[in-house]
């Protein structure tokens, strides 16, 4: 398609602009930070998974305490109000400062909610989190329809030597079933039928 055609020339600049947009919106994530801190406070690499682990239990009893403070913050919410709705069915005077609802009743689950979102984004960026410690490379593959040269000319050598090397399989090959079938006819004409 014409499409394709016109950003054949673009095509490795888009991807290197991709990956470093991808690498770079990874790497500004709290999460990464988190987990790069503690993979440097692990003495070995082998207790990857284990530090995993420990870190997803921390997450999880974050969360657990996080559901029951707001739960706890819930109800005794609910409870002032139904006190109060049963003092206005008396027709008692109330005072809306009662219901006991500020923003220090929510400030504990809110942070509890938050460091469980922090720690299991560091448990899912703790195998990756020193990646740019590692000597590990990245291998770039590219279609050879796209125009680029594929390569040296020696390159170009071994390709045609293969070629060449493969065409006199086929003709060895070829020589040798037709042998096979002289013999085989030299074989049934030996014993009549």
Not at 133 to 146: A, E, F, K, M, V
Not at 155 to 180: G, N, P, V
Request: hydrophobic share 45%.
């Amino acid at each position: 398609t014409k499409f394709y055609e016109q950003m054949v020339n673009k095509a490795s600049q888009l991807f290197f602009q991709h990956r470093a947009k991808r690498c770079v919106s990874f790497m500004l994530r709290p999460g990464w930070r988190l987990a790069l801190v503690l993979r440097g406070m692990a003495s070995s690499s082998s207790h990857g998974a284990w530090a995993r682990r420990h870190i997803v239990l921390l997450a999880c009893a974050s969360l657990f305490f996080a559901l029951l403070s707001l739960l706890y913050e819930t109800g005794a919410s609910l409870g002032a109000f139904a006190q109060l709705v049963q003092a206005d069915e008396r027709g008692e005077p109330f005072d809306e400062a009662d219901l006991g609802v500020g923003i220090e009743k929510v400030i504990l689950p809110a942070c509890l909610f938050l460091s469980a979102a922090l720690l299991f984004d560091a448990a899912w960026c703790y195998g990756v989190a020193d990646v740019c410690q590692r000597n590990d490379y990245l291998w770039i593959s590219y279609r050879t329809d796209l125009g680029f040269e594929s390569g040296t000319d020696g390159e170009q050598q071994e390709l045609k030597h293969l070629r060449c090397q493969l065409e006199e399989e086929r003709i060895a090959y070829k020589r040798e079933l037709a042998d096979m079938r002289r013999q085989l006819q030299a074989l049934l004409d030996k014993f009549p039928s």
